[in-house]
Every structure is written in structure tokens, then in C-alpha cells.
């Protein structure tokens, strides 16, 4: 992409609005603009972040044997009298009514129409076990919206549905959930813990949250220190992590942690992603039988899994920034390469650029083509803004040697190359 | 993907609500069901189908210079006051109050919040041309859906609006819009046909509708002869198609049409999009104004533009399909193969099918594997109905011979080949 095709506000001076790093980057570099009171607008480079997200978010529920399907925003108010939710959601909920006055509300979560799904198109066990997830629009009208797209109204979650016809059948449902989670959060390079956790209004027996571990979260968490140790190290799998003490505060005793004073951590979360074991928490007032193999009419034992996957840009920057702006993390950068070209109209500069910014798109590498007549300190502090993973930086004095200068944005590292080494650089050759 | 862990509701018998064949065909094929009145989920298959779809329309955008970006789904009310809208909407649109009891609304469409977007983000002629799109769920409270996802409450919509310095650059934008959405239909395997068109409550001072001719259409439509016999022998192209007589039904007078008789066409479509000249519309009193090269402040000149992307599914369904079923394009279908294991348990045939199956996701082409214990008429009867593009058969008679049954779903040809020729067949080698 040429910047002067694109379209990237980039704000020079901090928005008084926003109180934490994260809001003040995401406004600041062009990905999102406040419509009304934690309602937003994504714009280009906020939504390919959003829609990178998507993706591996994506990617990890399918490989887990999970179906992709998609509820609307908009549901009749009758599954949620049906499921006993209806008056206890409180003004959370947005409620309206139709044209033909029939109440209808903008879904927060989806338990009870996914098990409408469920009854009305499933009967019998052969089908089972089914994991549904849809990534879609919900609305939770905070009573204060806050930190940008971390605590908003209208958000993007990804909501996951486990049916299993026993309860073993759901906790292993339950586990491979947890553990898709856990691979997800690790390809978009965060470093999460999964505490104990309250269900809420969701219900159920069992919970457990993932969190990013920053200063700014809004949960405070407590867990055994060796998880930092194995964290550090890339030591950490699946089931150390199930095994290790760690709790959000609603669900931890000071008085009887098992965890020795000396080894118990007290930090700071964002909570990216929350699982549940329901039970038959909404299949036994909805209704929502399978027979079994010896006929009998048996409750779906149910799960659920959701991940905010508009908040968890946030965390992200809030766990990848500096002074100067986002650092992406390879996986989620919407563009991995800013090629800055330090002098338009000359011919040299141009061939060069030109040339190399070919050569990215040849190989399908995502690459902003700073175009632009600004200062070299504008355009450097730009790219520093929106993060992405290396800057080719393309000058008269380089150029005139053939070269180009390759700078990696996170670790800092400036080299000075031919094109074709820092192309294969980039590429990783 | 294998049909046992796959979500598929087949319905044998047609479904009571539905009148047309798209309606009753998504029904029965398991691609949606009604959530309430005009309002649908979304199962697995039709998902991919929509998918598809927005994949074809997000490229012919793209290509065209367009940038995506995402709006929420509730909006203020104050943009649509002030730019006169809101009274005049009526109740087509779903308006609600939040917790502090502010109005809020369901966007049905958004030249209110784009304009919002430009206006506070673009200040200089040096930034134009700019056509930012999204695709996005939108609400009109319809007062009779009907006929499915056609004429829906909750419905998917690209929509894009084109911003330009003067009039000769927004017509100039206006054209360029006009043939990718030419292209993008073709690419859909749909003849449309653009027909002069009233500009609605959109309003602006031209507008022209994208048909997919069928006679369960919606609208009546007039055009010239010439276009038919174009379209048939493939010399129809972007010019020819804005140099001919085409017209909506308020926009035809028979009294004084430039056709004769003998050429005039009178047919049903299905409008699939819609592409609008705006003028300053909405700029004028929104205020959405740039500098010009001169230092002056002038108006934005707009146009807008949409495609019903969950309504094409209905058009392109009605377009094709026969007694037994849908038949995709190919650029549409969800599952390019079925491949149907006539005797599950039969280890010849489990074997030739799972070396198939593997073949296939090598190649990176879709397959539904039927892996299900049903008969073989109830098999064939589900991918007739599913609509996939091929259909690979294999059966314990054939499978001694080490030989396959290939059946193209469109054509009805079946040939008896190697399973390596069937591949090469599908691959198109």
C-alpha cells in the first residue's frame, strides 16, 4: 500500500481523552475514532489488526474441530424469558422494541440462541460431540465505557459453544478448549494466565480466565511465581499451567492459598478470555435433549468460551509498546514492513523504492510505502507509531552506494545492507 | 471437512414458510434458519457461502482502490438530525435508548457516520480521491420480510462512499465504482443489468440498479433487446452496458422510450446493488468540507454505493438451481467436491476415498467427505441439495476396478475415470 492511497490520521499530539497507553496509541496512529461513548470506528489499520486477530483466533478453533457459525446481532427477547436470564440482565442489556412493538435486544452473549440452534436441528448422540463458534458483533452498554476498545459497548468476541453427552465427554470438550486457547494467545505473542475464576452471569461450575499480565489491567490476579520462571524459559505447556495455583481476586483466600507467602505473585491483569463449564445450566430450561444409545433422552452437557478479540488489541499494545508507539508482534502487525523513502523526487531514491517495494508485494510480504513529501523526523516518528515489525529506510547517500538501511523496531538494531540482503533479511532467508 | 463432524441440517421435506426456491433451498440445505422474523442464523454451510461472496466483493473493491474500514452497528442519532434524516426515516429504522437514556439507533446505512469520519480526519484536496467501504450487518425494519435472506430485517451490506474534490473527479469515481461492480457479478457467474433507478431515500441526482433478471423478482425492469444478445454471446462490456436503454419501473415511461416495441424487454429483477451520485447531499450539512489547491473551502462531492451481500445468496440461488437442488458457480461454492463414500466400512473403498480426500486438501480444494452410513439414493439426494461443483462416487463395483465416478453437478456428465484423472479433471489439468 502507497500512503498516498491510504488513509492514516496520524495524531501528533496525545488525545486528552485517553488515560492509558493502548487508547492513546490506538487514536494516536489511525486504527480507531470514538463515534459515541465506547462505540468505535475501525479504520484501515485497525481493522487489519482486527481482522489479523480474526484470523488466529480462527485458525485455533478450527484446528480444534470447532464449526464456524454466525448469529445476528438482534434476538427476540423470548429464549432469554425461556432460559430465566431475561429480567436479571439488568441495563446491561440493550433493549428495544420493533416496529410491531416485540421486545428484542442486541445480544451480549449468545448461550441461550446457540442452544436454540442446538434443540431444533440436533437428536442424537452420533452427532456429538459439536463445538459451535461464531466471531461476532455483541453490545454491553457499560455503565462507564472506558480505555478505548478495552472496555467498550459494542465489542468483537469470538463465543464458543461445547455440546457433549456426558459430563466427561464435556470436561474433555472443556480442556481442549483451554488448551486452544492457550496456543492462540501464544501465536499472537502474549504471555496469558489462566486463573480461577467466577462464572458471573453466565453460570456454571467451573471457570478459569486468561490474562495478560500489565500494570494498566483492570483484575488483580494472584499465582504462583513458578509460572513466571516456566513463562521466561518457554517452559510452559498445557498442563503445568492447569496444575499451578492461580486465582482472580473474587476467587482467592488469602488465608488459605496453598501457595507459600514467598512464591505467591499479586499482579495485575486484562482479562483476554474467559472458559466455562456450563453443564446443563441452558439445556435444561431450554429444552435441549439428544437420545443416547439406548434411546434415552438426555440434557446436552454444555460448555463456553469466549474471547474478546477487539480487547485483546489493546492488551497487546498495552504488553508491546515504547515512548515511540506500538510494537507488533510479528503475527498481528498490519503491515510488516514501512518502507520510508527519505527524498520523493529523487530518481534514484524512487528506483530503489520502487523496486523494493515490488519485490515485497512478489512476495506477499504486507508493506506501507511511505510516499510522502514529510521531514525524515515526521516519517520516522510515524513509523515508529504504527510499529511495524522492520523499516526500510531509503536516503540519497545510502541509495547512491545501493544500499539501504534495514532497522528492526523492536530490538532496535540499525544495519546498513544491499536490498537484496535486506529483503532477505525481512523474508528471514 | 468429513460429514461426521460436520454441521449440516439437511431437510427432506420443504419447509411450509418458504414460497421461493432460494428460501426453500437454504432451508433445506442447512445454510440458515430463522431466529425470528426476518432475522437468521447463519449455520456452517451458509456461512462459507457468505464468506465467498464478501471475498469476491472485498477484492473487486480493493482493486479498485477502495479502503476498508468497519462502522459499528449502533449508532447517534444527533448525525442523522443533523443532516435532516432522522425524522423522515420512519420505521424502517430500529431505535432504542441506552442506559442514560440517550437515542440511539441500528444503522441502516451510514453516509451520516463515513461523512463524520471524512470531515473530521480529511481537511486537504492533496488526500483525494477517497473511497472507504465496509461490509457491515445493517437493520431495516421491514414490514413484511419475506423470501428469506432477500428481503431480510438483518441483512449483510457492502457499502462505499466515494469522496472527490469537484464534480468531474466524483463522476469519474461514480464510473470506476460502476465497472467493479460489473466485474464483481461476473466474477459471481451472474448476468445483472444496470437499470436507471429512482434515488430513494438516499437520495442524490443519479442512480443506477444492479438486476439479476428471474421471474420471482421483486421489481419490474425495462431495457433494450440488445443487452440479451450481448450478454448470451459475451461481448457485453462496461461502455456498452451505460451506452443502452435500461430502466426501473418509476424511472420507464412508456409513452416516451427511445426502444421500439419490438425491442423492449419487460423482465423481473432482483436488485443485487445500487450505486448513487450524491452531490453534497450529505457534505452540505455536515460540513464536510476540504481545502482546495487554491486555499479554499469546498464542499466534498460524494457517491455512494451498495451490494446486498446476504441478499446476493438469494439471487444467485434463484439463478441456479434445479428440481434436486442448488447449483453453485464456481467461485461460490462452499464445498467444491463432495465426495461420497457409497460404502462406509468397505476397505477398498475407504481406502481409494481417504487417498482422494487427502489428494484433495493437498491441493487446497474444498471437499465435504461423506463419510455417513446413509443409503446412496439418500446421499445423492444431499449433494444435489448441497450444490457442490463435482461429485466424486465411490462404490465397491468401480473401487475394484480402481476406478472412481466423476459427476459435474451443472453439466450432469458422468464419467467413470482412474481416481488421478478424476483430480486432474477437478483440478482442471
Given at each position: 500500500m502507497r500512503l498516498s492511497n491510504y488513509f492514516l490520521?496520524i495524531?501528533?499530539?496525545?488525545?486528552?481523552?485517553?488515560?492509558?497507553?493502548?487508547?492513546?496509541?490506538?487514536?494516536?496512529?489511525?486504527?480507531?475514532?470514538?463515534?459515541?461513548?465506547?462505540?468505535?470506528?475501525?479504520?484501515p489499520l485497525?481493522?487489519?489488526?482486527?481482522?489479523?486477530?480474526?484470523?488466529?483466533?480462527?485458525?485455533?478453533?478450527?484446528?480444534?474441530?470447532?464449526?464456524?457459525?454466525?448469529?445476528?446481532?438482534?434476538?427476540?427477547?423470548?429464549?432469554?424469558?425461556?432460559?430465566?436470564?431475561?429480567?436479571?440482565?439488568?441495563?446491561?442489556?440493550?433493549?428495544?422494541?420493533?416496529?410491531?412493538?416485540?421486545?428484542?435486544?442486541?445480544?451480549?452473549?449468545?448461550?441461550?440462541?446457540?442452544?436454540?440452534?442446538?434443540?431444533?436441528?440436533?437428536?442424537?448422540?452420533?452427532?456429538?460431540?459439536?463445538?459451535?463458534?461464531?466471531?461476532?458483533?455483541?453490545?454491553?452498554?457499560?455503565?462507564?465505557?472506558?480505555?478505548?476498545?478495552?472496555?467498550?459497548?459494542?465489542?468483537?468476541?469470538?463465543?464458543?459453544?461445547?455440546?457433549?453427552?456426558?459430563?466427561?465427554?464435556?470436561?474433555?470438550?472443556?480442556?481442549?478448549?483451554?488448551?486452544?486457547?492457550?496456543?492462540?494467545?501464544?501465536?499472537?505473542?502474549?504471555?496469558?494466565?489462566?486463573?480461577?475464576?467466577?462464572?458471573?452471569?453466565?453460570?456454571?461450575?467451573?471457570?478459569?480466565?486468561?490474562?495478560?499480565?500489565?500494570?494498566?489491567?483492570?483484575?488483580?490476579?494472584?499465582?504462583?511465581?513458578?509460572?513466571?520462571?516456566?513463562?521466561?524459559?518457554?517452559?510452559?505447556?498445557?498442563?503445568?499451567?492447569?496444575?499451578?495455583?492461580?486465582?482472580?481476586?473474587?476467587?482467592?483466600?488469602?488465608?488459605?492459598?496453598?501457595?507459600?507467602?514467598?512464591?505467591?505473585?499479586?499482579?495485575?491483569?486484562?482479562?483476554?478470555?474467559?472458559?466455562?463449564?456450563?453443564?446443563?445450566?441452558?439445556?435444561?430450561?431450554?429444552?435441549?435433549?439428544?437420545?443416547?444409545?439406548?434411546?434415552?433422552?438426555?440434557?446436552?452437557?454444555?460448555?463456553?468460551?469466549?474471547?474478546?478479540?477487539?480487547?485483546?488489541?489493546?492488551?497487546?499494545?498495552?504488553?508491546?509498546?515504547?515512548?515511540?508507539?506500538?510494537?507488533?508482534?510479528?503475527?498481528?502487525a498490519p503491515f510488516k514492513v514501512s518502507l520510508i523513502n527519505l527524498k520523493m523526487g529523487d530518481v534514484l531514491c524512487e528506483t530503489i523504492a520502487e523496486s523494493f517495494y515490488q519485490s515485497l508485494q512478489n512476495a506477499e510480504i504486507s508493506v506501507l510505502y511511505d510516499n510522502s513529501t514529510e521531514s525524515a523526523g515526521s516519517k520516522f516518528a510515524t513509523h515508529d507509531l504504527i510499529g511495524s515489525v522492520w523499516q526500510v529506510v531509503i536516503g540519497p547517500k545510502s541509495a547512491a552506494n545501493n544500499m539501504v538501511e534495514l532497522k528492526h523496531r523492536?530490538?532496535?538494531e540499525k544495519l546498513e545492507l544491499t536490498p537484496e540482503s535486506a529483503l532477505n533479511k525481512i523474508i528471514g532467508k
Amino acid at each position: 500500500m502507497r500512503l498516498s492511497n491510504y488513509f492514516l490520521p496520524i495524531l501528533k499530539e496525545n488525545p486528552s481523552e485517553a488515560s492509558i497507553a493502548s487508547h492513546r496509541l490506538m487514536l494516536r496512529a489511525g486504527m480507531i475514532r470514538q463515534l459515541t461513548s465506547g462505540i468505535y470506528n475501525w479504520l484501515p489499520l485497525g481493522l487489519k489488526v482486527l481482522n489479523n486477530i480474526s484470523a488466529i483466533v480462527r485458525d485455533n478453533m478450527d484446528k480444534a474441530g470447532c464449526l464456524e457459525v454466525l448469529m445476528p446481532c438482534i434476538q427476540p427477547v423470548e429464549l432469554w424469558q425461556e432460559s430465566g436470564r431475561f429480567d436479571g440482565y439488568g441495563k446491561e442489556m440493550l433493549r428495544m422494541k420493533d416496529r410491531h412493538d416485540r421486545e428484542m435486544l442486541f445480544g451480549p452473549t449468545n448461550e441461550e440462541v446457540i442452544t436454540d440452534i442446538f434443540r431444533n436441528n440436533i437428536t442424537s448422540y452420533k452427532e456429538l460431540p459439536k463445538t459451535l463458534y461464531q466471531i461476532q458483533w455483541k453490545f454491553r452498554d457499560e455503565i462507564r465505557p472506558r480505555f478505548g476498545v478495552m472496555r467498550g459497548r459494542e465489542f468483537y468476541m469470538k463465543d464458543a459453544y461445547s455440546f457433549d453427552l456426558d459430563e466427561e465427554s464435556a470436561v474433555s470438550s472443556y480442556n481442549r478448549m483451554f488448551r486452544a486457547y492457550f496456543n492462540t494467545f501464544k501465536q499472537m505473542g502474549l504471555n496469558t494466565i489462566a486463573v480461577k475464576a467466577d462464572s458471573g452471569p453466565i453460570g456454571g461450575d467451573l471457570s478459569q480466565e486468561f490474562h495478560v499480565i500489565t500494570d494498566t489491567g483492570e483484575s488483580a490476579i494472584f499465582y504462583d511465581k513458578k509460572f513466571d520462571e516456566l513463562s521466561a524459559s518457554g517452559h510452559l505447556d498445557f498442563e503445568t499451567m492447569q496444575s499451578l495455583y492461580a486465582a482472580a481476586e473474587e476467587k482467592h483466600d488469602p488465608t488459605n492459598c496453598p501457595v507459600p507467602a514467598d512464591r505467591l505473585m499479586a499482579k495485575r491483569g486484562i482479562e483476554v478470555g474467559q472458559v466455562f463449564y456450563l453443564g446443563t445450566k441452558y439445556s435444561e430450561p431450554l429444552k435441549a435433549y439428544v437420545n443416547n444409545n439406548k434411546g434415552e433422552r438426555v440434557l446436552a452437557v454444555m460448555g463456553c468460551y469466549g474471547i474478546g478479540v477487539s480487547r485483546l488489541i489493546g492488551a497487546i499494545i498495552e504488553a508491546n509498546h515504547d515512548d515511540r508507539g506500538i510494537i507488533w508482534p510479528e503475527s498481528i502487525a498490519p503491515f510488516k514492513v514501512s518502507l520510508i523513502n527519505l527524498k520523493m523526487g529523487d530518481v534514484l531514491c524512487e528506483t530503489i523504492a520502487e523496486s523494493f517495494y515490488q519485490s515485497l508485494q512478489n512476495a506477499e510480504i504486507s508493506v506501507l510505502y511511505d510516499n510522502s513529501t514529510e521531514s525524515a523526523g515526521s516519517k520516522f516518528a510515524t513509523h515508529d507509531l504504527i510499529g511495524s515489525v522492520w523499516q526500510v529506510v531509503i536516503g540519497p547517500k545510502s541509495a547512491a552506494n545501493n544500499m539501504v538501511e534495514l532497522k528492526h523496531r523492536l530490538r532496535g538494531e540499525k544495519l546498513e545492507l544491499t536490498p537484496e540482503s535486506a529483503l532477505n533479511k525481512i523474508i528471514g532467508k
